[in-house]
């Protein structure tokens, strides 16, 4: 039931003025405790339509109710009008056009916000803002127009007037109406426009953006969305200008922008640019965002050849986390076996942790000669979590007589906050030292029934 129903149900009751008042005051509490989603709001629906894309970005969240002192004779804001009457008939409407949008029901929608705009509410901008929408999802593209111009002539400090400008650009751009990005002094509606000619007249927009890219006017922020609207791109065009940014015709952010986004654009012809990059850089981090590029773009083969033959050791150790992220489990094994860097060696385990091979992990930590390595292993098991290799770590502890192995799988156990078996070790520990060890990491651990029995135990 709405608050405008529970209103008139009050003035058809028989009762007194002070009973009625304590009624609308109940009303009134529960109207302000209403939760927030109940209220209309939120962005508005975006995706493909007769105009292209819909409003950018989340609109104004909900309208709170602007309620003024309630008098003796249930009247609101001391007026004489009826308690939230034009707020609650504002929310239906509110509600009702956006739900009609929801479903496609562009008249409906219209309907519904042109008696909203009639009641002279608080959400008059609003109703608008989303007449203009449902009018361009009609085709009625002129009388959107004149409902974003009236928008904007009252309401100039409106929260909707970014979408609204937005808006704007999208029906104009689909009226015919040339908006090219460089007549637009809003950075945002730069970028809209940017969008809505590589879409319409990719040919035109190409050297468009390429103009943008080397003018010194222009925000990183327009530059880098330039990019990557560039980036969406198929034309060889477009790859030949990320190309030569990529290889350093612009300042070095840009390059370094430039192969990133030659990575998520992926294929061959990027991947070749990118290793020719590689080659002819001696900038380290270039040779960094180049190696995760290949990574972004799937070049395993690379990357292992980095691996394998690159002779700066940060960067052959870079490349191993890459290869980790790409869960290359057998590439990180061979490469294991002959690398002789010991840190290098320690990227690979960590590039096996990250990369979930629990597998080698374990063969690694009962088998590595190096204690450095071997440690590290035990140490990456404890990071991976899971009852397998907690079970494992058990083993190790058991097997190896070593005190630093000993520590480091006591270490592993607490990192996996693996109460259960430090306890069990420790019950069956004749060591003092190992047992304080392993009590101090107990007693720093979260919850766990059998580290508080067991502690409980130690103070009787």
Partial sequence: MTLYSLYSLCSLCSVCSTSRSFLLTMIFAAALAAPVAAQPAGPGPIGPGPMGLGPIGPGPGAHTMRLGPIDPNGMANGGGAPFAVNDDRAD????????????????????????????KSGRTDAALYWKAYSLGKLGRRAEALDALAALQQQFKDSRWMRDAKALEVEL???????????????EELKLLALRGLMNSDPDRAIPIIEQMLNSPSNSPKVKDRALF????????????IMGNLAKGASNPDLQLRAIHYLGIMGGSESRQILADV????????????????????GDRTRLLGLAKSETN????????????????????????????????KKRIIQAMFVGGNADKLIDLAKTEKDPQL???????????????????IKAIYLSDATPEIKKEAINALFLQNNGKVLVELARAEKDPAMKKEMISKMSNMGKSKEITDYLLELLK
């Fill in 229 to 240: 609207v560039l980036s969406q791109a198929g034309a060889s065009r477009a790859r030949e």
């Fill in 374 to 392: 071997r440690r590290a292993a035990v140490r990456n098991l404890g990071l991976m979590g899971g009852s397998r290799t907690g079970d494992a």
């Fill in 92 to 119: 239906d409407l509110y509600e009702a056009g956006r739900d009609a949008i929801e479903d496609g029901k562009y008249d409906r929608a219209l309907d519904r916000f042109n008696q909203l705009i009639e009641l």
């Fill in 278 to 297: 590689y080659r002819g850089s001696n900038d380290p981090n270039v040779k960094k965002r180049i190696i995760n590029s290949f990574m972004v773009s």
């Fill in 172 to 186: 104009r751009q689909a009226s015919g109406q040339t908006i090219t990005p460089e007549s637009q002094n809003d």
């Fill in 313 to 344: 050791v940060e960067l052959r150790g870079a490349a191993v986390q890459q290869l980790g992220v790409m869960g290359a489990h057998a590439e990180l094994a061979d490469l294991y076996s002959t690398e002789t860097s010991v840190d290098v």
